[in-house]
Every structure is written in C-alpha cells, then in structure tokens.
Nanobody, 115 residues
C-alpha cells in the first residue's frame, strides 16, 4: 500500500508563487509516474502535470510556462512549482502515483489565488 501526503497549499495573490510537495511512502515500484490533478466545486478533476521516474514531464496547456514539476526519487517526493498564479488556478490539488498495476492518491491541498 502506498500513502501520499501533500503539503504547501495556501492563499496567494494573483501573480504570486507556491510550491506543492507530495511525499510517497510504502511499497513503491521504482518505475512509476507521479503528478497532480486539481478540482474545483462542480467540475471534474483536471489533470495538471506529471513526471515519470526517468523525469519525463508533461503539462496541461493552461499551466505551460508557469508551472514546473520535479521529483526526488531518493525521497519518493514530487514537487509542483507554481508561478504567475491566476485566480483560475484556485482548486484543491491532488497528488497521485501510478504504476502499471496500481494508482494512489493524496488527500488534497487547497490552493487559493485571490486578492
């Protein structure tokens, strides 16, 4: 079983930055993809970014050029650096870890972008 714990959410003004972290623990297959989804009330969960164990990254178009994703494989931790934040980035952000045989999710962390 894999447990994911997110941290780093909060309130930030438009144009500001936040860094989310997600630490995985448990029985983790070395070949995996970690990443982030986000969700706002009344909307479906939206995939935001992902990074593979060999550090290939991908992003949804709306965050390209503003967000970066990185990981520390030794710590089983993934980071989402969010810059130039916009009000429409407001959401609960969920970390995930995916292997060929399983997926795990974190509990979510709130990001609010507002004056």
């Amino acid at each position: 079983q894999v447990k994911l714990v997110e941290s780093g959410g909060g309130l930030v003004q438009p144009g500001g930055s936040l860094r989310l972290s997600c630490a995985a623990s448990g029985s983790i297959f070395s070949i995996n993809t970690m990443g982030w989804y986000r969700q706002t009330p009344g909307k479906e969960r939206e995939w935001v970014a992902s990074i593979t164990s060999n550090k290939y990254t991908d992003f949804v178009d709306s965050v390209k050029g503003r967000f970066t994703i990185s990981r520390d494989n030794a710590k089983n931790t993934v980071y989402l650096q969010m810059n130039t934040l916009k009000p429409e980035d407001t959401a609960v952000y969920y970390c995930y870890l995916r292997t060929p045989t399983m997926s795990s999710w974190g509990q979510g962390t709130q990001v609010t972008v507002s004056l």
